[in-house]
């Protein structure tokens, strides 16, 4: 009991004291984090809103990958990239294997169909309350899919909130591609999984609290933006 709260209060001493190796690996964990977010909802969100906004051939099948790509396995994914990029590989000429660009990639391939499947659903709902009026307008395609997402804005937030949620809690993808190499590719996750093997409960300690604050920051923003939503909506 004593080395837990021993290890408690170094990890505490750590995130304190902001030590510098605690920020680099936070820094890139929110780098890479970020902008796999950013490109995910850059694709997922106009995917899933032409989906929900739209009929086509082929509509409902879309949707269905969509809704089962949201459970893909991370360690598949990793092992999918990994392939790609290796040295036999593919794209083995742009030498990405065990870099930050990697495990951005792996966490597009996780997110980007999460995204795109929470859009659709937020989208088509809005759609059945807007359909005949942009239908008795001739709004455009481009000028109602807009509308849309531009209406749905903080219901989107909340998608891409749980896109940030999904990515900063990932380890076995990025542990694949990236190799956890330290000041490279070591970002929280992998960094907690490594130093608890070794017995360094501090750092791990001191990541966890980290992630778990980012954890509740998260759900409070989501629960922000639908209350400022709902108010909003009967402004």
Do not use: K
Not at 35 to 44: N, P, Q
Not at 110 to 134: G, K, W
Not at 163 to 175: D, L, P, T
Not at 191 to 211: D, F, K, M, P, Y
């Amino acid at each position: 009991m004593d080395s837990f709260w021993g290890a408690l209060a170094g990890a505490f001493g750590l995130v304190f004291a902001l030590d510098p190796d605690l920020m680099e690996i936070i820094g890139l964990s929110m780098r890479v984090t970020l902008t796999a977010v950013f490109f995910s909802c850059l694709i997922g969100l106009p995917l899933g809103a032409a989906v929900g906004t739209f009929n086509f051939p082929g509509r409902t099948l879309i949707a269905v990958v969509l809704n089962a790509l949201m459970g893909l396995p991370p360690v598949v994914v990793g092992l999918m990239v990994y392939l790609m990029l290796s040295a036999s590989g593919p794209l083995a000429p742009l030498r990405l294997l065990y870099t930050p660009t990697a495990m951005i990639i792996a966490q597009m391939i996780l997110v980007t169909p999460i995204v795109a499947a929470l859009t659709r659903q937020v989208v088509e709902d809005l759609n059945r309350e807007y359909a005949e009026q942009f239908a008795s307008m001739g709004v455009g395609a481009f000028d109602r899919l807009t509308a849309m997402l531009w209406d749905a804005r903080y219901s989107l937030m909340t998608v891409a909130l749980a896109g940030f949620g999904r990515a900063v809690a990932e380890v076995g993808a990025v542990i694949i591609v990236g190799g956890n190499i330290n000041h490279v590719t070591r970002v929280m996750t992998t960094t907690i999984a490594l130093e608890t093997s070794r017995g360094n409960l501090q750092l791990a300690l001191a990541l966890g609290v980290i992630l778990l604050v980012i954890a509740f920051a998260v759900n409070a923003g989501v629960m922000a933006l639908r209350a400022s939503a709902v108010r909003a909506a009967y402004a």
